[in-house]
């Protein structure tokens, strides 16, 4: 990667882009090259969680508002390192912390959250959804699969 002006570069090549509203412009990219600082690196390997890019205090956008006549804003947001908390053992695929959907849905029917019918119906959702994820034209699709996934997610604090 070429200019170094954060601890951590990600050069990219736009693949596609999206009008948002009146003068925005939501681009999605293939990353080319990444550089990351040295010392950030070394920080990373003594820390606990191994957050790497976390390490950083990184921004969120959030959304873009104008408010009480003000020209729009960004809005952004940190992460809460106070807030750092594991998943239980009840949720997700069970041989290992990320996988494949399919058998997330199996380790459900598993642990007794879901039976074979629900797994069927959310698996068939699931590849509706795959089929065609147009948030509009596919609505109700994504509208019945989140509702089911949700039931299936650990409890949260609302904050």
């Known amino acids: 990667p070429g200019l170094k002006e ?17 003068y ?6 293939q990353a080319v090259g990444v550089s990351v ?16 890019a976390y390490e950083i205090d990184p921004l969120f956008e959030v959304t873009v508002l104008g408010e009480n006549g003000h ?26 912390f990320v996988g494949r959907f399919d058998d997330w849905i199996e380790d459900e029917v598993t642990r007794g959250k ?12 699931n590849e509706k959804w795959r089929a065609n994820m147009d948030p509009v034209g596919n609505a109700e699709v994504k509208k019945q699969l989140t ?10 604090k609302e904050s």
């Open 6 to 22: 954060a601890l951590i570069n990600i050069e990219g090549k736009v693949i596609s882009s999206t009008k948002l509203a009146e």
């Open 37 to 52: 600082d040295e010392d950030l690196v070394k920080k990373d390997e003594d820390s606990r969680w191994k957050a790497g």
């Open 24 to 29: 925005y412009e939501l681009y999605v990219c």
């Open 71 to 96: 020209p729009p804003r960004l809005y952004v947001g940190n992460l809460d390192k106070n807030s750092i908390r594991g998943l239980p053992d009840d949720f997700g695929p069970w041989r290992t």
């Open 114 to 125: 879901i039976g074979e019918h629900d797994k069927k119906e959310i698996l068939e959702l």
């Open 147 to 156: 509702e089911r996934l949700k039931d299936l997610m650990p409890e949260r």
